[in-house]
């Protein structure tokens, strides 16, 4: 039998969308920058998965002149304490210094403990008469709700104060201000404003935005789902094939895959063609919730992250004409219907 090869590159889709930025994402920024004045913390959550890829800079151009705490979510997701994970956390630590870096799951008490005790300190370094208040920002779904909820639960014993969901765009607007911290005879309140996720303008590298689409940045009907799965697939031919081993050999064709999972899941359509749709949506959702693998979909080095750094400065100082690239391609998709249609 010969040995498996898998891809070492995949291919570039030219055609792939490069744009999410939603209407309720830009006034959803647009109400942040108005709240500033009152806010002692930005909290920005980025995907533990994608640490590179989740990082959007208009966090940074408009949330300018406040402290920030950025939090790596989902590390449950994307870390089994490997050597490897370690290392790539000091890594992230160590370019990001001095500005303070924590790695966190929102379903692990102790990681939930730790941001707690760094809003304490901070709201202990303010000092102020009405209590400590910080806003929590991030990209679509990179899980700010579920961590406002852990933080509050975890510090004030207090049930679910922001929904949740598996698609993105289910927190549309500012929230209310949620109580973490019980404010003493010596400490302060301290208070957390939930936001909606908000995607950058235009994504330059076509394979970022798969990586953000896998992880659920995007909603599923953006990009086909047996794209998504084939590049699922090449993630997982880099990790180990068998990974997929209850329902195919080691493959890189995507279809033989889906096909053995149609079978074996029973997602079949009449006279027992393959579902492919169907099954790659649930094969995603499996590596979703870390039952196909945890790990890490970004190259994360000392170069990497530099080269990403550069990239994002020379977006930074493009962001209106991002804008305007990402206007035309929605533009041109909408015409594209329209024609279809016609």
């Known amino acids: 039998m010969a040995t498996f090869l898998p891809r070492l590159v995949f291919p570039t889709l030219d055609s ?10 830009r006034a959803g920024l647009n109400k942040m920058k108005t709240m500033l004045s009152s806010i002692d913390l930005i909290i920005e959550c980025r995907d533990y998965r994608v640490p590179l890829s989740s990082r959007n800079p208009l966090f940074e151009e408009n949330l300018a002149g406040r402290q920030r705490l950025i939090v790596y979510t989902k590390q449950d997701l994307g870390s089994e304490g490997r050597d490897s994970d370690k290392l790539r956390e000091a890594t992230i630590r160590h370019f990001h210094a001095p500005t303070p870096i924590l790695f966190s799951s929102h379903r692990t008490p102790r990681s939930i403990r730790t941001i707690l005790s760094f809003a304490r300190s901070h709201a202990l370094s303010t000092n102020t008469l009405t209590g400590s208040r910080m ?12 961590l406002l909820n852990a933080l509050r639960q975890l510090g004030v ?14 927190t549309r607007k500012i929230g209310t201000t949620v109580k973490i911290i019980d404010a003493t005879d010596t400490e302060q309140g301290v208070y957390l404003v939930d936001t909606p996720g908000v995607f950058v303008p235009y994504v330059p590298n076509a394979e970022a935005m798969l990586k953000l689409a896998l992880c659920g940045s995007v909603k599923d009907t953006i990009i086909s789902p047996t794209t998504m799965a084939d590049y699922l697939l090449f993630q997982l031919n880099l990790q180990s094939p068998g990974l997929y081993g209850e329902w195919s050999p080691p493959t890189n064709d995507v279809m033989v895959l889906l096909a053995g999972v149609a079978q074996k899941t029973g997602r079949l359509q009449k006279g027992g063609v393959p579902d492919f749709d169907a099954s790659a949506l649930w094969l995603i959702q499996r590596w979703r919730t870390g039952h196909l693998g945890r790990f890490v979909l970004d190259r994360v080095t000392g170069e990497s992250l530099e080269r990403d750094h550069l990239e994002i400065e020379n977006l930074s100082g493009s962001l209106s004409q991002a804008r305007r690239l990402g206007k035309e391609e929605r533009r041109q998709r909408s015409k594209a219907r329209h024609v279809e249609a016609g």
């Open 16 to 25: 792939l969308p490069r744009s999410y930025f939603l209407g309720h994402h």
């Open 135 to 146: 806003m929590i920002v991030g990209m679509p779904n990179v899980g700010k709700s579920s």
């Open 157 to 170: 014993h207090r049930g679910k104060a922001a929904q949740t969901g598996d698609q993105p765009g289910v």
